[in-house]
């Protein structure tokens, strides 16, 4: 079964930097594009970054443009989002999700992983 | 950037009434090429990850009961629950997913009145 386990969250002061990882298992990773999301605590859905199953293509929210970085490592099934000069309205839970066909930059999310609370304050 | 707009933000039915959440996109997110909508709605019970449950503005996700329905085209959808159940209480969202960013609704909580 498909499963995604994001790790890397904490607390961060502001400023610093962040790197955080999905873990994807139960698909064929490599034929995917992946998505970050995030949620501020008792807020909505926030979409954050794209890249393409091949990481050559990347999109990003102009919130965290310029200071967030999406990449992979298609050899270990695994999505990354580094994340510089965190800000506190970067404070929430981040989420990866796997869009519901391959291939596709665009694709409703059929599976989302749990998440990881990253806290930035001083 | 297209802007997505839920009404009401909250809503209250009884049990077995019906629910009705709206989502307005700032711009149409129909593909002439195909003739789909790309707008997906999710549900996000308390401490989940969201669930996809309507995909294509009227595709129901498998396993998703009948009772939900999506309608709409262009820039005016709706999702429809013909008989609200207990286990139907959430947060419901939508999505567009025809250009990047991909942005959600704000979010309509659903409540038993």
């Known amino acids: 079964q498909v499963q995604l386990v994001e790790s890397g969250g904490g607390v961060v002061q502001p400023g610093r930097s962040l790197r955080l990882a999905c873990a994807a298992s139960?698909?064929?990773?490599?034929?995917?594009?992946m998505h970050w999301v995030r949620q501020a605590p008792g807020k909505g859905l926030e979409w954050v970054a794209l890249i393409s199953y091949d990481g050559n293509t990347k999109y990003y929210a102009d919130s965290v443009k310029g200071r967030f970085t999406i990449s992979r490592d298609n050899s270990r099934n695994t999505l990354y989002l580094q994340m510089n000069s965190l800000r506190p309205e970067d404070t929430a839970v981040y989420s990866c999700?796997?869009?519901?066909?391959?291939?596709?930059?665009?694709?409703?999310?059929?599976?989302w992983g749990q998440g990881t609370l990253v806290t930035v304050s001083s | 950037d297209i802007v997505m707009t839920q009404s009401p933000d909250s809503l209250a039915v009884s049990l077995g009434e019906r629910a009705t959440i709206n989502c307005k996109s700032s711009q149409s997110v129909l593909n002439s090429s195909n003739n789909k909508n790309y707008l997906a709605w999710y549900q996000q019970k308390p401490g989940q990850p969201p669930k996809l449950v309507i995909y294509w503005a009227s595709t129901r996700e498998s396993g998703v009961p009948d009772r939900f329905t999506g309608s709409g085209s262009g820039t005016d959808f709706t999702l429809t629950i013909s008989s609200l159940q207990a286990d139907d209480v959430a947060v419901y969202y939508c999505q567009q997913y025809y250009r990047v960013p991909c942005n959600f609704g704000q979010g309509t909580k659903l409540e038993i009145k």
């Open positions: 999700a796997k869009p519901a066909l391959g291939y596709q930059l665009l694709d409703p999310f059929d599976y």
């Open positions: 139960g698909f064929t990773f490599i034929t995917y594009g």
